[in-house]
């Protein structure tokens, strides 16, 4: 447990290091073990998108046909002019203030402000739901444009398939995050972190951490739409 | 849960500090995309810009910098494997292209015309 890791101060830095990993007990010291495995979720996370977006690159390199330019593809029209990327671009902005509200109910989350704290997890969740929103908005655009997985109308048909499977990929963590959100509103909300109430799904009893815990999961969410908004929208 | 309480002394003013330069610096690979400026550099800049990103939030809003280092690096070095196949797979991809080009696009073309 956390208690007798800390019982005495290991050393910071490199050396700290060769001794976390040489130990031969918990390697992660002071840090429980909801943070640890959470990093390794995100660790096998960043895999599974890594790959996703290697295989684009590999798809997008490998074809002879003309890549479909994502400024004009995803391009809105407003009052009577062309804006490129327009809807993408909100839908950044979006995600970063979720990530700044996430970021802000931990911090509340640490100081045991349960109120704050609980409202910033619901503006969170809001704003993912927005996201999510605005993708299926996005799709629909697409998908009566003609995008298909197997073919569209500007060039090589890689394109649909790609695009379909990071971003729906990258929504369907946005909304699993959307809905464990609003779960930890409603147990920041009843007090269940302070009771250290056992929670309905693992009966594990709530501890301040799974804010911490949670947040991690959003960043990642929101450091995952750093890299598809440069690589795919933006290359 | 003790062990953790360190973290909450950032300041307020951080925290509204580092939204404030991922608003920015997205706007920046925005400015850089629509811009007409050389395809290349274009590529670099965006690039940059998304590392900058990259590092800001892991860096203090995944709280890494006040994590031990040995946490950092079980999650930042295992990705390396991902560059290493960035190489692989872009020497590859791109030998596919020269393939299909010389024996498959030309030869299409060139039997169409000939009709």
Redesign the interface.
């Known amino acids: 447990m956390?208690e007798s890791a800390?019982q005495e101060t290991?050393p910071?830095?490199?050396t700290?290091?060769i001794s976390?990993?040489s130990s031969d007990q918990t390697?992660?010291?002071?840090?429980?073990w909801g943070k640890?495995m959470m990093?390794?979720f995100?660790?096998s996370d960043?895999?599974i998108f890594?790959?996703f977006l290697?295989g684009y690159?590999?798809?997008?390199?490998?074809?002879?046909d003309p890549w479909p330019d994502a400024?004009e593809v995803f391009a809105l029209t407003m009052f009577g002019v062309q804006v490129?990327?327009l809807l993408i671009?909100i839908m950044?902005?979006i995600l970063?203030?979720s990530?700044?509200t996430?970021?802000?109910a931990?911090?509340y989350g640490?100081?045991r402000n349960r109120k704050i704290c609980g409202r910033l997890i619901l503006a969170t969740a809001t704003l993912g739901a927005i996201f999510v929103g605005m993708q299926v908005f996005e799709w629909t655009i697409l998908i009566m444009d003609g995008v298909r997985p197997w073919a569209n109308p500007w060039g090589a048909s890689q394109f649909g398939a790609t695009f379909f499977l990071i971003t729906g990929f990258h929504g369907t963590h946005v909304t699993i995050g959307v809905i464990a959100l609003l779960y930890m509103y409603r147990k920041v909300m009843r007090g269940d972190l302070d009771d250290g109430r056992p929670g309905a799904i693992t009966g594990r009893k709530g501890?301040?951490?799974m804010v911490?815990i949670l947040?991690?999961y959003w960043?990642?969410v929101?450091?995952v739409w750093?890299?598809i908004?440069?690589?795919f929208?933006?290359? | 849960?003790s062990?953790?309480?360190e973290?909450?002394t950032?300041p307020?003013k951080s925290?509204?500090w580092?939204?404030g330069w991922?608003?920015v610096l997205?706007v920046c690979?925005?400015i850089?995309?629509?811009s007409p400026i050389p395809q290349m550099l274009?590529?670099i800049l965006?690039?940059f810009?998304?590392i900058a990103?990259?590092a800001l939030?892991?860096a203090?809003?995944?709280?890494m910098q006040w994590?031990?280092?040995?946490?950092v690096?079980?999650?930042l070095v295992?990705?390396g494997a991902?560059l290493f196949?960035?190489f692989v797979?872009?020497f590859?991809?791109?030998h596919?292209?020269t393939v299909?080009?010389t024996f498959?696009?030309n030869e299409f073309f060139s039997r169409t015309e000939g009709r």
């Open positions: 956390a800390s290991p910071p830095g490199f700290g290091m976390d990993w390697t992660f010291k002071g840090a429980g640890p990093w390794l995100i660790l960043i895999f890594g790959v290697l690159m590999s798809a997008r390199l490998a074809t002879p400024a490129p990327l671009a950044t902005f970063i203030s990530s700044g996430m970021a802000l931990v911090k640490y100081e501890r301040w951490e911490e947040g991690l960043h990642f929101d450091l750093v890299f908004f440069a690589f929208y933006l290359w | 849960m062990d953790h309480d973290h909450a950032m307020l925290y509204y580092v939204w991922l608003f997205s690979s925005y850089v995309d629509i274009q590529w965006i690039t810009f998304m990103k990259a939030i892991m203090v809003f995944m709280h994590e031990r280092l040995s946490l690096t079980m999650v295992p990705p991902l196949a960035l797979f872009g590859e991809g791109l596919i292209e299909r080009e498959f696009v």
